[in-house]
């Protein structure tokens, strides 16, 4: 499936389904050296979890995030950084009658005609659970630009200031 990857220097790939076990991210392109930790992460999942207000879904999932790889002692490796958030409250039976009909509103329809298969335990990859690993795959260019990490050294900080003026090179 394309779209699964996103940028160039710095590149996220999401993984999982909404009523698979998990949903995650690798984040490639981080430099080394970058103080960012599991409570940073978490702070931005907590604004996007499910259930908070009348408008989204009932599932109530804690999004708990965990740090695989690329993070030693609350500092970056400057290798891939994988992160993992486990489906607990996902209950597929709910979809059961779903399962030969596309639900109205959704990209069930789609899906199927564009890929040739479609999970109907709550729309799979097509599903709002997969922005998971983009919100937290997101909170790394934040740290890298707060470290200037992704500044270009042709700018020069005199005139540049320190804000969006910058030329990111992500």
């Given amino acids: ?13 999401t993984w999982g389904e909404s009523h698979g076990r ?28 499910p259930g908070q207000s009348r408008a989204s879904t009932s599932r ?18 400057g290798t891939p950084i994988s992160l993992l958030v486990w489906n607990r409250d996902a209950d597929s039976s709910a979809y059961d009658l779903l399962q030969n009909r596309p639900r109205p509103g959704h990209a069930d329809y789609t899906y199927q005609m564009k890929y040739g298969i479609r999970d109907h335990r709550g729309g799979g990859r097509a599903s709002a659970r997969e922005t998971v690993g983009r919100v937290a ?23 540049a200031g320190s804000g969006p003026g910058y030329l990111l090179l992500i």
């Fill in 137 to 159: 795959g997101g909170r790394w260019p934040e740290s890298c630009w707060d470290s200037g990490a992704y500044r270009s050294p042709l700018m020069s900080p005199s005139w």
């Fill in 60 to 77: 109530r999932e804690e999004d708990r995030v965990e740090i695989l790889s690329g993070l030693f002692h609350d500092k970056t490796t």
């Fill in 22 to 49: 998990a949903v995650g991210v690798v984040v490639d392109g981080c430099p080394a050296g970058l103080a960012l930790s599991a409570e940073d992460i978490q702070k931005e999942l907590d604004r996007r979890r």
């Fill in 1 to 13: 499936m394309s779209g699964n990857s996103f940028g160039r220097i710095f590149r996220i790939t």
